[in-house]
């Protein structure tokens, strides 16, 4: 367990793989990528890693253009990942403020919202039969439909970092005890307890 004291967006990752070679890693995929910025350090991380990184917030999407554009290494994929592709919606909070325009899900909330069409994506119907080293899971509430689009490409996965509410803020199954019993391939390894309703956690897959 860790100390919120000690945290920023890819510190507890840095904690974890801080006695990692990360040179191996080549495949890094961020799903909920919000300004790219995340991407930036994931580059800086992973030396000789390609980032590819989903954001469909409208947004978000010009900020996530221009900071991807500062990296050969990382491909900004502007579509959302979801197990139903043929459900376009997207939910935005309302009223709009710039402090929260990362609040955005394909999960309905429980607060005050807008709902706008976005291109959507399964992950089995993007990735190839290359290994993914890391996937980063930041998607407000879909973190259980994120991981199912996978199918049974998921075994292809080897480290999951998720961040995941303890109780829902959506209308939706997805929250941290759901989470871990649908990894059940996967170990839990690491988990830092944000504030009382926020969870990130750490799982690397099970070797057969």
């Known amino acids: 367990m860790h100390s919120e004291n ?19 890693f080549k495949t890094i995929v961020e799903i909920g990528a919000r300004d790219c910025q995340e991407s930036l350090a994931f580059t800086k991380l992973f030396p000789n890693a390609h980032v ?34 043929s459900n376009h919606t997207f939910y935005l909070k309302r009223p709009y403020h710039h402090y929260d325009e990362g609040v955005a899900s394909l999960c309905e909330p429980w607060f005050d919202y807008e709902t706008i069409q ?26 259980c439909q994120v991981l199912n689009s996978f199918g049974a490409k998921l075994n292809q996965v080897d480290l999951i970092y998720c961040e995941v509410d303890v109780k829902q803020r959506y209308m ?17 390894k690491d988990k830092l307890q944000l504030n009382p309703n926020e969870s990130h956690l750490i799982f690397r897959r099970n070797l057969t």
């Open 172 to 188: 939706t199954y997805s929250n941290e005890y759901n989470v871990i019993k649908q990894l059940s391939n996967f170990t839990l």
């Open 118 to 143: 976005v291109d959507t994506i399964r992950m089995d119907q993007f990735l190839q039969d290359n290994t993914v080293d890391l996937l980063w899971i930041d998607v407000q509430g879909a973190e």
């Open 6 to 24: 000690l945290w920023y967006k890819t510190k507890f990752l840095e904690e974890y793989i801080s006695k990692t070679n990360t040179n191996h």
């Open 52 to 85: 590819y990184s989903f954001e469909c917030n409208p947004r978000l999407l010009d900020l996530c253009r221009f900071n991807s554009a500062k990296s050969d290494r990382i491909t900004l994929i502007e579509k959302c990942v979801t197990d139903n592709p």
